[in-house]
């Protein structure tokens, strides 16, 4: 099971930008599905999640202008990216809570990072 991201690239202050994660293997389910970013010298924080039902939840600095998406059937989760600020530049990766077919419960899986730099 992996989660493989795509998306990132570089964008003017003001851009946008979508970031897509889908997840393969053999899959039972999957319950919380986010973003998380990390910017050079910053811990990762938490960006968006949501859950299987479609509840989602942002960080203060993103509510308003980024939007989380999935598609239970596909297994994939987007992050819709609006209004970037240079503050925004980091790494994002997506995380996803897995129940895989060889595994007895959930578990956290990581993809790979994609870099998102907003400069003029």
């Known amino acids: 099971v992996q989660l493989q991201a795509s998306g990132g690239g570089s964008v003017q202050p003001g851009g946008s930008l979508r970031l897509s994660c889908a997840a393969s293997g053999s899959i039972r389910s999957i319950s919380i599905m986010a973003w998380y970013r990390q910017a050079p010298g910053t811990p990762r924080e938490r960006v968006a999640t949501?859950?299987?039902?479609?509840?989602?939840n942002y960080a203060d600095s993103v509510k308003g202008r980024f939007t989380i998406s999935r598609d239970n059937a596909k297994n994939t989760v987007d992050l819709q990216m609006s209004r970037l600020k240079p503050d925004d530049t980091a790494v994002y990766y997506c995380?996803?809570?897995?129940?895989?077919?060889?595994?007895?419960?959930?578990?956290?899986?990581w993809g790979q990072g994609t870099l998102v730099t907003v400069s003029s």
């Open positions: 995380h996803a809570n897995i129940y895989a077919a060889t595994d007895f419960t959930f578990s956290p899986r």
């Open positions: 949501i859950t299987e039902g479609g509840t989602t």
